[in-house]
Each structure stands twice: as structure tokens, then as C-alpha cells.
């Protein structure tokens, strides 16, 4: 099904989200999720935080695995991301050398999750992180809790910044992907949702472009045929919106022309039964 035809829903219920994890809708979008005044603190304090750039993990058709920065795009310094550590993956070769690779890799994760709460909730305090305000919203309309990784709980909810450029809509600076975490490191994960409440939005560009093509397999590389000439939908956000999409679907996002983007950005999985799984 052509994702021009897709339904966008305006509230998280149980059916809408089951809809987006099938494929079968293209967004949740939750208008005026947070307040502006809640937002633009937020955005302050992030602003004056220590911060560095980010870098995205990919896999090419050959099955190598490369990194790039995003257009523009940084994060808290404490605030550490899987991406980060699946270098260690493709170098470790045989089945057992990669499970001792993903222990290490998760041991390194988690003994970061306290240190990165604990300065996001600084930045956003007096306030309550946007995360954790989407959080209970989901959990009272469809259930879910924060995943884990032998009992341990781990992190959920970061913030993404991307400067304002003057190049935002140049097509070489706007990486098309998709967001899909390792079966070595989730093997019952079906599928994953992307969600980001959005605490700074430009005036022009910071739209989140969605592309007609179907969902990626999971551990599968972008096909190298997919580029910007394909169609797609573009959700432009205000200040305080939520949206959810299938993050399995190819996507890309553009910064701004005349200010920031900032999102608090998270990962909902599903492993085909109820509550769902939050981290980041």
C-alpha cells in the first residue's frame, strides 16, 4: 500500500498503534502534546549543555556497517546511544565472539543510563522530561514499560538537536534511513515505532519526510536505490507536537533554516505481545 494513502491518527489508542506497527498507518501525530513554555525551557537549558555530534550507524549491501554524522545533528554529551557501540558487532566475525561482543557492548550501555537520566531530568527540571509525559500517556491508553536487558532497566528518551543551516534542504546533508536495533541485541523484537516530542521547531524546514517505499527488513541494508527522488510525505511539526512513525520505514529528517530542531526522541517495540518496550 502506497503510503500517500496511509491514515495519520490524532491520538494513541490501542488500534492505532497495532496500525502503525503493521505498516498500516503512517503516523500518530498528537498536536500540542507539551506546553511552549515547558518546551522552550527545555530547549534553553539543552542549548547550554555540554553537547556532541552524532553519529549514525548503516549497513551497506555488502553486509559492512559504516558510521555517519547527521546533518547538523548533536546530543548531550552524557547522553550515550547504542548507535555508538555496533562497530563492535561487525568486527567481532564469529556467532560467539558476537555475543561476547554485545554483553560488553550492554555492560558499557547501562552503566550510562543513570548519569544520563540524571541530566536530562536536570535540564528539564522544574518540568518533567517529554518522555516521561509520553510515557504515561501510552501506558494508560495501550501499555508499555521501559525495556531490559538481563533485569536491568535501560534508558529511554534523548534529545536530538539539530542546528539551523543554510543548506537544510540540500538533499547530500539529509541522510535517508531507518532506525531498526540489532536481532543480536532484541531477537524477539517484531517491530519498532520511532517517537519524538518536539521542543523547538524552525519556521522553515525541521520537516520529518516519510518516503513511499515499504518497510525495511530488519538487519537489511537501504536498498541503494532509494533516494530523494522518491515520494513522500512530509510532517512538519509545531512547538509541543508528538509523533510517532514506524521507523522501519525509510525517513529523513531536515534541519532548519532559520532555527533549531530539537526533539526528545525514543524507540517503542513490540514483541507481539502486550506491554510494549521504551528505550532509546
Not at 131 to 139: G, P
Not at 164 to 192: C, E
Not at 234 to 243: E, F
Amino acid at each position: 500500500m502506497s503510503i500517500l494513502s496511509l491514515p495519520i491518527y490524532d491520538r494513541v489508542t490501542r488500534a492505532n498503534v497495532d496500525a502503525l506497527l503493521q505498516g498500516e498507518a503512517l503516523a500518530i501525530w498528537i498536536r500540542g502534546f507539551i506546553g511552549v513554555d515547558h518546551c522552550d525551557h527545555i530547549y534553553e537549558q539543552v542549548r547550554m549543555a555540554p553537547l556532541e555530534p552524532l553519529l549514525v550507524h548503516y549497513t551497506r549491501e555488502d553486509g559492512t556497517a559504516d558510521y555517519h554524522t547527521h546533518a547538523n545533528v548533536l546530543r548531550v554529551s552524557d547522553d550515550h546511544q547504542l548507535d555508538g557501540y555496533f562497530e563492535l558487532l561487525g568486527a567481532a566475525g564469529a556467532p560467539d565472539a558476537q555475543q561476547e561482543a554485545v554483553q560488553a557492548i550492554m555492560k558499557e550501555y547501562l552503566s550510562s543510563v543513570d548519569k544520563a537520566n540524571d541530566t536530562n531530568n536536570r535540564l528539564c527540571a522544574p518540568y518533567r522530561r517529554p518522555c516521561d509525559v509520553l510515557f504515561d500517556h501510552l501506558d494508560d491508553t495501550c501499555g508499555i514499560k521501559v525495556a531490559e536487558y538481563n533485569g536491568i532497566k535501560m534508558k529511554f528518551g534523548t534529545f536530538l538537536l539539530n542546528e539551523k543551516s543554510p543548506d537544510f534542504d540540500n538533499p547530500a546533508t539529509i541522510p535517508i534511513h531507518v532506525d531498526s536495533v540489532p536481532s543480536l541485541l532484541f531477537p524477539r523484537l517484531q517491530a519498532q515505532l520511532g517517537a519524538m516530542v518536539y521542543c523547538r521547531v524552525p519556521n522553515v524546514g525541521g520537516e520529518l519526510r516519510v518516503y513511499d517505499h515499504p518497510l525495511i527488513p530488519r538487519d537489511a541494508p537501504m536498498p541503494p536505490y532509494l533516494d530523494h527522488s522518491y515520494a513522500y510525505r512530509s510532517l512538519k511539526p509545531c512547538t509541543g507536537d508528538a509523533i510517532l512513525i514506524n521507523s522501519r520505514r525509510p525517513h529523513a529528517v531536515l534541519p532548519g533554516k532559520d532555527d533549531d530542531r530539537l526533539a526528545n526522541i525514543m524507540f517503542i517495540g513490540s514483541d507481539g505481545s502486550r506491554p510494549l518496550s521504551i528505550w532509546t
